[in-house]
């Protein structure tokens, strides 16, 4: 395995960007809703085709008013189009940034985990062959690879 992750972040980069994050989940947070599961599959989505065709239509509203429904809030369509501008730049850098926070994680991840197994089957074949200490460490370790027993008896169903 290549070792892509070969570098320690310090603490005072950590630190900053804890902080900066933070300080801009504040700055957000009075103008952010949290939406249930079933609102965000209800909720029509706006995709980059869509958006071009809301312009449009607002444009439309305040050349051509006339057509507008009574119903229709022309003030709140402009405001809708609005925050979605004003806040589509900020989603496309933080999904960027958690992009690369998820496959870094996932790269470093990996990277000890297969270390952690080299270390682990070298203590295995040490207790095997009873090198002194081995099995302590062995028996301690084993532990991530046991099943635990239902209720009958048997083995779980391996998780997926």
């Known amino acids: 395995m290549n070792n ?3 570098f320690i972040i310090p603490e005072e980069v950590l630190l900053e960007s804890t902080q900066k994050l933070n300080e801009a989940t504040e700055l957000l947070k009075p103008y952010l809703i949290a939406l249930t599961p079933r609102e965000r ?3 029509p989505k706006m995709s980059d085709k869509t958006v071009p065709f809301v ?3 607002l444009e439309y509203c305040e050349t051509a008013p ?4 009574p119903y229709m809030d022309s003030e709140a369509l402009y405001g809708d189009m609005k925050v979605t501008q004003q806040l589509t730049p900020l989603f496309r850098t933080v999904k960027a940034l958690n992009d690369g926070l998820d496959d870094t994680i996932m790269e470093a991840g990996g990277e000890a985990f297969v270390n952690a197994l080299s270390y682990y089957n070298s203590v295995k074949n040490a207790a095997k062959s009873n090198i002194p200490g081995a099995k302590s460490i062995y028996d301690d370790l084993k532990k991530r690879f046991e099943r635990e027993k239902t209720g009958n008896g048997t083995p779980p169903a391996k998780e997926e």
């Open 4 to 6: 892509k992750i070969n």
């Open 41 to 43: 599959k209800t909720i």
């Open 55 to 57: 312009e449009k239509n």
């Open 66 to 69: 006339q057509f507008a429904p």
